[in-house]
């Protein structure tokens, strides 16, 4: 299965600080790697018109009509999948992570996801910027995402 990631509304590539904020320049977003934080997948910078990654993932079907999605980019354990976005700045030759936003598959609609089972694709489509003009972060659910089984 593909689970595709389109998201818009990227808040740029600097973000000025505020309470509890310190803000941040060079701003990028990716897809973290399952248990590789470091491990980024096709950094896109903050002020690009839109960010798209494609994942290969494996999908099973479980006896109670739902689903398990895994792959090298999905995180955490069965009934808890997610992808993190990882929010990063560089640091010389490395990105420095300062926040990630949680895009939980188990929000996925049942019967998107049953769908999805069927065409081999899943998409979530996404602002990444929050209420606060900030890069998006924490759990991400609808409305926030939307997901469907088609390009």
């Given at each position: 299965m593909e689970l595709r990631i389109e998201?818009?509304?990227?808040?740029?590539?600097?973000?000025?600080?505020?309470?509890?904020?310190?803000?941040y320049r060079d701003i990028h977003v990716?897809?973290?790697?399952?248990?590789?934080?470091a491990e980024l997948l096709?950094?896109?910078p903050g002020d690009a018109a839109r960010a798209r990654w494609?994942?290969?993932?494996?999908a099973k079907r479980l006896p109670d009509g739902g689903a398990d999605i895994t792959?090298?980019?999905v995180q955490g354990g069965p009934g808890?999948?997610?992808?993190?976005?990882?929010?990063v700045t560089r640091d010389g030759d490395a990105w420095s992570l300062f926040r990630r936003a949680k895009l939980l598959l188990t929000a996925v609609d049942e019967d998107v996801l049953a769908e999805a089972?069927?065409?081999?694709?899943?998409?979530?489509?996404?602002?990444l910027t929050d209420a606060k003009g900030h890069p998006l972060c924490a759990a991400v659910r609808p409305p926030l995402?939307?997901?469907?089984a088609t390009a």
């Open positions: 998201a818009v509304d990227l808040p740029g590539r600097e973000c000025g600080g505020g309470p509890g904020f310190p803000g990716a897809v973290q790697r399952r248990g590789r934080p096709d950094p896109h494609s994942l290969e993932c494996a792959g090298r980019y808890g999948r997610f992808v993190y976005l990882n929010w089972l069927d065409t081999g694709l899943l998409v979530a489509r996404l602002g995402v939307t997901w469907s």
